[in-house]
């Protein structure tokens, strides 16, 4: 069984254009896979060209969606060990960090507006998103210095993750793959997808937390606007994990 992947070219100008999301994904499978060192599906076959890109990828949705929070940090962890301080050489044409704030910021703050009429936002999480109004360039270029560089998923989230019958981990969707501080995965794994009960054991799982409160508002960010596609009083979640994250800053 085979999963086949297929995008059109990306619409001019937008964020997945601007960072060349698809064409980065198709480079991952065809450069990095192989030596990546944890575990992905398999390619057997990435083209890209003026019709857009095209994946055919070992099918794993025999697996069980997502990850229990410690083994998605180990395995995490595990990924950015390998490749810490090597990664940006070994494939230049990874994104850096920062990529693309100009289009985040302008997103975040048109957004804003419509999600600050939530009802279902609570004091914290309210007060903080309307303070990364116009800051949040600032907010996206922090993370590049809040630890070594290293290969990052760029979405780490349980979403794209599935455990094999034997408990191994395979990550999935590799559009977002970059050259930043590893630290970044594991802020994003928390808050997109880990109930704040947990967050000791899965920071702890990942081993060190230097840099953590570095990106978090970054990370936040994205938070705001994944939760902005939810219907008001739908987002409890988020807004639990988001309020989490605004404690630690």
Known sequence: MTHTKRRPPA??????????????????Y???????????PECYQ??????????????????????????????????????????HERWPWLRPAGAGD?????????????LATRQDLTTPVREFGERLVGKV???????????PLTLVHGDASAQNMCTSPDGVIGLLDWEDVSSAP????????LVSSVDPAHWTDTLDAYGYVDGLTAVLPSVAVQGYLSMSDLPDGSADGWIARLEAAVGML
């Open 11 to 28: 619409l001019p100008g937008s964020i997945p254009d601007v960072l060349n999301m698809f064409d980065s994904e198709v480079r991952f």
């Open 102 to 114: 100009d289009l985040v910021a302008d997103l975040y703050d048109r957004t804003w507006p419509t």
């Open 137 to 147: 360039v600032e907010a996206e270029r922090a993370v590049g210095g809040a630890g």
């Open 182 to 189: 590893g630290i970044l995965d594991l802020a994003w794994f």
């Open 30 to 40: 065809r450069e990095i896979a192989p030596y990546v060192g944890v575990r992905v």
């Open 46 to 87: 990435a083209e890209s060209g003026p019709d857009g890109t095209l994946l055919v990828l070992e099918d794993l949705s025999a697996w069980t969606p997502g990850a229990d929070p410690v083994a998605g940090a180990r395995a995490l962890r595990d990924l950015h060990d390998r490749w810490t301080g090597q990664a």
